[in-house]
């Protein structure tokens, strides 16, 4: 079965730390891939969004992805955290012909100052 | 681009009353939308996709007469809560297959959610 797995539920860095939330994904063929945010009481942003070529994907609010092939991962990483990326963090994909998003369980960022 | 609002953001009524939730893509044509579900602390969870002059399809699990959904026009997609109950009570977000560079329908965009209090 298709799936998501996103294996850190909460997460704590420092602000101007590095960060990085791992995501993994199990599917027959390398699907469409996309991290999402969610702040309290919101809805999704898109942060960013793999579908095929450069393996290095770049974002919004500084976030970037790496999709790697051989891992079956598409990591999100942020060089230097700012108090506000504290949120929810979503990774999800989907067959190239499907139009159904998988999500995966959600990583809490926290941030402390 | 690609805004996707829903209204109301917060609705609160009584058991046994029926409510709807309005989801609207601004900018763009969705002939697909989506409605969700989540829990507290917990992931989304789908419960039916909608498309625009059709009838839903409901994920399994989903009581297709409880959770009424039409999807009039390729902008707007209404979530009918019918008879709602306590346990109905969640936040309820929706989302549109929009274009996203050359490749349409292949970026869901989500609405802000709503969240819905049942007394």
């Known amino acids: 079965a298709q799936s998501v797995t996103q294996p850190d539920i909460h997460i704590t860095v420092s602000e101007g730390a590095s960060l990085e939330l791992r995501c993994n994904y199990s599917y027959g063929a390398t699907p469409y891939l996309f991290w999402y945010v969610q702040s309290p009481g919101q809805g999704l942003q898109l942060l960013l969004k793999y579908f095929s070529g450069d393996t290095l994907v770049q974002g919004i609010k500084g976030f970037e992805a790496e999709f790697k092939r051989s891992q079956s991962s598409f990591n999100l990483r942020k060089p230097s955290v700012h108090w506000s990326d504290a949120a929810e963090y979503f990774c999800a994909a989907r067959t190239g012909g499907g139009n159904k998003l998988t999500f995966g369980t959600g990583t809490q960022l926290k941030v402390e100052l | 681009g690609a805004v996707v609002s829903q209204h109301p953001s917060r609705v609160i009524c009584k058991s046994g009353t029926s409510v709807k939730i309005e989801c609207r893509s601004l900018?763009?044509?969705?002939?697909?939308m989506f409605w969700y579900r989540q829990f507290p602390k917990k992931s989304l969870m789908l419960m039916a996709t909608s498309n625009e002059g059709s009838k839903a399809t409901y994920e399994q699990g989903v009581e297709k007469d409880k959770f009424l959904i039409n999807h009039a026009s390729l902008t707007l997609s209404t979530l009918t809560v019918t008879s709602a109950h306590p346990e109905d009570s969640s936040f309820y977000i929706c989302s549109a297959d929009g274009t996203s560079g050359s490749k349409t329908g292949e970026t869901q965009y989500f609405g802000p959610g709503t969240r819905l209090l049942v007394l």
């Open positions: 900018d763009f044509q969705a002939t697909t």
